[in-house]
């Protein structure tokens, strides 16, 4: 019973390691993609923008209510987007993954809720995503191996 | 090796260690004053944040009562209170003091000849369950967009639990609405049962052969145990409040607050009833509503939520038929689809099983299985919430009504999220520690409940939904 907690360790150990190293792999993929974004109260729209590792994307922000932020949590991305303006942020997609998009200004009531995703696939797969569910499978097997044994 | 084995034996140690042998910490919690000691200014406290919730900024993240009841309380709550230390929190909430005050007529010492003041009822023995705290969670849950971001709304919800506090622990004995009212207490009893602490008695024999229980009805120094438990029949944690009068109480030094391993308390058949069955799976359901809601991509859900807004800062009602959708969402998922799916798969496994057991009496059995999993689910969800907007907590406490104040110069801390890019990895991780012990738990079920030779493939149908929910969360964290 007291290798349980240390199997569950080493399991999220190897999982962080292993996101690590694609996290750490060469860039590949070019390109450039245009994104227009609308913010207003309190959603991005469109909410889950997804790229391609290493496209240079170029965000066109326009706000159509009150003033908004702009963040995009790991890529240092922290702008504000006042109404009537369009504002552009250009960034290189160099990390894999899910990332929030968040508003950055208080805006109003839900403020802390507005958010959105920002999906940077690897070579077409979601490969934290898909690693994790391998990471699922494992632990979640870790306690029937050691019950059957 | 030698130092290994010497780490897994003092860990070994450890976790069955009885903190009450702890000199120190048995004289605080013998002392008549430690629960006053320890409420009084978490009272003081919670009046400052109603307060500030009615005279201060109406906006959420620059009003004290906002950042510290539902982003500092709720994370501290979720994530390290409960898992590590059962209901403590309850041995602390300041909403039945005033109530228990009145109801003792004294705040420290036992008066002698004590009677309790009020009416003293007995609480109705049809409502003797959790019923009604699952209906009130899912009221506040149907508010839950006002609730978190309106400093009022808090104000006024944390002032109403205190006066139905009061009023119902003057009408009925003892701690009536704590254990069958309260909306938080509900759902931290259910967690309770897999946290790490457990007071429990050293000798049941001894318990059983002694007449006087002074336990239950109390002794010179102690008012007898108010959650209307016998603690010499305790076995799981969900309705212990921790607060310590069995200790005060018993002539033999009898009772013991031990370290243990986690979820422990949802193998124990005994107690279990569909009303915490239902709780498991509110709390699933509403888990995955929230991180939908609130932190997921879909605006337009979020405006469902949001229906009683009035730009900026105000309050209207509008587009009642998006409410309905999403008050359908939170009753429908909760009471219905969750476990109507659970029970379909507790046919499954009474088929696969070949056992005698209804699917009804599996469903009860093995909902608790998804308790640490669900546990989990909301720990993923209160990370953010803490990582991300730290510095709103930190910015109230230098200007706490959003008036302008720079108390201690943290006002204009900037807003910066802490290693944001890692959330989703933190949260996954979570999910899985969920999955591991719920899995872990689900086979020492199946191993009692079934034949040995039927265990697995009756288990497995509670195995698949246990994956699927879990792949659900992580498709939200990281899909």
Not at chain 2, 48 to 66: E, K
Not at chain 2, 262 to 289: N, P, Q, Y
Request: proline share 5%.
């Amino acid at each position: 019973m007291a290798r349980l907690p240390s199997l569950l360790l080493y399991t999220i150990i190897v999982f962080t390691m292993i996101i690590a190293v694609f996290q750490a792999s060469p860039v590949y993929g070019a390109g450039e993609r245009v994104v227009y974004i609308d913010l207003s109260q309190f959603k991005f729209e469109p909410g889950r923008i997804v790229v391609n590792r290493g496209e240079t994307v170029v965000f066109k922000l326009r706000s159509l209510d009150v003033t908004h932020g702009f963040y995009i949590d790991g890529y240092g991305v922290d702008t504000v987007v006042r109404p009537g303006e369009v504002v552009t942020i250009t960034i290189t997609a160099y990390q894999a993954g899910k990332f929030k998009i968040r508003c950055s200004v208080t805006c109003g009531p839900l403020h802390p809720f507005m958010v959105g995703d920002f999906v940077v696939l690897d070579g077409g797969l979601n490969t934290p995503f898909i690693l994790s569910l391998f990471a699922l499978g494992l632990v979640g097997l870790l306690p029937l191996i050691r019950f059957r044994g | 090796m030698a130092s290994v084995s010497g780490i897994k034996s003092f860990f070994g140690r450890l976790m069955s260690m009885d903190l009450l042998s702890i000199p120190v910490v048995r004289r605080l919690v013998m002392h008549r004053a430690f629960q006053w000691a320890v409420m009084v200014p978490n009272l003081i406290i919670f009046w400052f944040l109603i307060t500030a919730g009615f005279i201060g900024s109406p906006v959420g993240n620059m009003n004290i009562s906002i950042t510290f009841v539902w982003m500092l309380w709720w994370f501290a709550l979720i994530a390290i209170l409960v898992p590590f230390f059962g209901r403590a929190w309850c041995t602390i909430c300041p909403l039945p003091a005033l109530g228990e005050w009145l109801q003792r007529g004294s705040m420290v010492r036992k008066p002698d000849a004590w009677r309790p003041r009020g009416l003293n009822r007995r609480w109705p023995r049809r409502l003797n369950n959790i019923w009604l705290q699952n209906i009130g969670f899912l009221v506040l849950a149907s508010f839950s967009a006002l609730l978190v971001t309106r400093p009022i709304v808090t104000a006024i919800v944390l002032a109403g639990l205190i006066l139905v506090a009061t009023i119902v622990m003057l009408v009925y004995s003892k701690r009536a609405f704590c254990r069958y009212l309260c909306p938080v207490g509900g759902f931290i009893g259910l967690f309770s049962n897999f946290s790490s602490i457990e007071l429990r008695v050293k000798d049941g024999e001894l318990c059983k052969n002694h007449i006087d229980k002074e336990c239950i009805r109390g002794s010179d120094t102690s008012f007898g145990c108010p959650w209307y438990e016998y603690p010499g029949s305790l076995v799981r944690n969900a309705y212990c409040g921790l607060c310590f009068e069995c200790v005060k109480a018993c002539p033999f030094n009898n009772i013991r607050l031990n370290l243990r391993g986690f979820g422990r308390d949802l193998i124990v058949s005994r107690g279990k009833g569909f009303d915490e069955a239902w709780k498991v799976f509110i709390m699933l359901a509403l888990a995955g509503v929230y991180i939908v809601t609130m932190q997921g991509p879909w605006g337009w859900i979020r405006d469902l939520a949001n229906v009683f807004y009035k730009p900026p800062y105000g309050f209207a009602l509008a587009g009642i038929d998006g409410y309905l959708i999403y008050l359908g969402l939170v009753w429908g998922s909760t009471l219905l689809i969750i476990p109507g799916l659970f029970y379909i798969f507790s046919i499954a496994s009474k088929y696969l099983s070949k056992t005698d057991a209804s699917a009804s009496e599996l469903f009860k059995t093995f909902s608790y299985m998804l308790v640490p999993l669900t546990l989990m689910a909301w720990i993923a969800f209160s990370i953010p919430i803490l990582q991300v907007n730290w510095a709103y907590i930190v910015n109230t406490l230098s200007d706490p009504f959003g008036w302008g104040w720079n108390l201690f110069g943290t006002r204009d801390i900037h807003w910066s999220p802490i290693l944001p890019s890692l959330i989703p990895y933190e949260q996954v991780a979570v999910i899985l520690v969920g999955v591991f012990y719920s899995i872990k738990v689900g086979y020492e079920m199946a191993r009692e409940k079934f034949m040995e030779d039927r265990a697995l493939l009756g288990y497995s149908p509670y195995l698949i939904f246990t994956f699927l929910a879990a792949i659900f969360f992580i498709w939200l964290f990281m899909g």
